[in-house]
């Protein structure tokens, strides 16, 4: 086991938002230049958007998919990566993000909360298939051949979010909880903090500037994501 700051440490819990992807290239939603200032959430990431307007739905998932082959990992994926390889208790990735970077950072348990640019989801038979080519309203399913039943799999503002049970029976349970890059915004992923205290974790946030939730947590780091995921993850490796 692991000691962090005189605190024994068994179980890791590590939030990610799109702040860890932001120095591959990836864009923001809050910051400066982000993605939702060239694109009110509204006519883009609700279930009521893609019924207006699927096309342009279509488009800024198309898009941002295919932009995935252009960025790589980097060095704060890489170093979770290595976390969860070589810390001798558990450690629990779950991202707000739907891009594969953490998973192409090396990264095999990764819990993507908010689903993946990757996968489209059917609106006829539930199921989710990878999206390898740009999809539209006349696309068929894999699965059950429906045509023009094809949606992004991803969570839209106002749609509940995958995998909360297991997310909060995690948080629970671990002593400690690191939120990296997340604007501490959108809930519940900005509750998980609370969550996590409430339970006894010990909290480290990682963030290039304040957030809306840093009073919330014991530890703060402030800085680039790259050069401060690394440093934690020295700092609880040495202490195993
Ligand atoms: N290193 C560390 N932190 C960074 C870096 C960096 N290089 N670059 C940006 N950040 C921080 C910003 O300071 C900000 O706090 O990352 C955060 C990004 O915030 P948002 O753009 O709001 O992204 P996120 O918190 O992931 O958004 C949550 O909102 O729109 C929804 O579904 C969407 O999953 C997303 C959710």
Redesign the pocket.
């Known amino acids: 086991m692991a000691y962090f700051r005189n605190r024994f440490v068994q179980r890791i819990v590590v939030l990610t938002?799109?702040?860890?992807s932001?120095?591959s290239g990836v864009p923001?939603?809050?910051?400066k230049d982000?993605l939702?200032e060239k694109h009110d959430?509204m006519d883009i990431?609700t279930p009521e958007a893609f019924a207006r307007d699927p096309a342009l739905v279509y488009r800024f998932y198309n898009e941002r998919r295919n932009k995935l082959s252009s960025v790589q990992p980097n060095l704060a994926h890489t170093a979770l990566a290595q976390l969860q390889s070589h810390f001798p208790g558990e450690v629990f990735l779950v991202t707000?993000?739907?891009d594969d970077l953490h998973e192409r950072g090396g990264s095999e348990q990764v819990c993507h909360m908010?689903g993946q640019l990757q996968a489209m989801l059917c609106t006829a038979c539930n199921s989710s298939s990878p999206a390898t080519v740009d999809y539209n309203s006349i696309s068929v399913c894999p699965a059950c051949t429906s045509r023009g039943t094809l949606r992004p799999d991803v969570?839209w503002?106002g749609e509940i979010p995958y995998f909360i049970e297991e997310i909060e029976t995690q948080l629970a349970s671990c002593d400690l909880f690191i939120a990296?890059?997340?604007?501490?915004?959108?809930y519940p992923?900005a509750g998980f903090v609370q969550h996590a205290r409430l339970c006894g974790a010990t909290t480290v946030e990682?963030?290039?500037?304040i957030?809306d939730v840093t009073e919330l947590f014991h530890h703060q780091r402030q800085?680039?994501?790259?050069i401060?995921v690394p440093g934690l993850v020295r700092e609880l490796l040495q202490q195993a």
Do not use: K, M
Not at 28 to 31: A, I, L, M, S, V
Not at 180 to 186: D, F, H, M, Q, R
Not at 206 to 209: A, D, L, S, Y
């Open positions: 938002g799109a702040g860890i932001a120095e923001t939603f809050r910051d982000g939702w959430p990431a707000q993000n739907v908010h969570v503002f990296i890059g997340t604007s501490g915004l959108v992923a990682i963030n290039r500037e957030s800085g680039l994501a790259t401060e």
